[in-house]
């Protein structure tokens, strides 16, 4: 299944590189111009979300805890803001990873391809329970165990 990046930056430059970029790695791409917008293109459920703060209508760190409020998948902050005070307020807002502007398109690409990897071992992550002197093992989403 083709997984969803979710690209949001007021700069339609950025979203268009990107957009391209994503596209040619297999990637499903939803862009929005802004903090508005991306609100509305969040039913999509994307698996990860590349954010900018600095946003005209919705800041990035705003939004990005608006959005914890009911998606939890990856997002990684975009950004110009490159003092460690502006770091620490995006991953105390919910952010999963800080980028700052200029990035290597390839480095943000082995990121994303990284916390996509995270969040797939998660998803099927094996759980052990200790059944009186035996162990069943328990794969959520794949397998049901009945005991």
Known sequence: MTQTVMVIDDE???LDMLKR?????GYHVITAAGGKEALQKLEKQ????????????IDGLSLCKSIRN???????????????????????AGGDDYIV??????????????????????????RVLFVHSGIADIRFREHEVML
């Not at 990860?48 to 703060?53: E, M, S, Y």
């Open 21 to 25: 970029y994503f596209s040619l790695e």
């Open 101 to 126: 502007k200029p990035f290597s398109i390839d480095e943000l690409g082995a990121r994303v391809s990284a916390h996509l990897r995270r969040e797939n071992r998660s998803k099927t992550k094996s």
């Open 70 to 92: 009911f998606i939890s998948c990856p997002i990684l902050f975009l950004t110009a803001n490159a003092d460690d005070s502006d770091k620490i307020k995006g991953f105390g």
């Open 12 to 14: 339609i430059e950025i």
């Open 46 to 57: 994307p698996d990860i979300i590349l954010l900018d703060i600095n946003m005209p209508d």
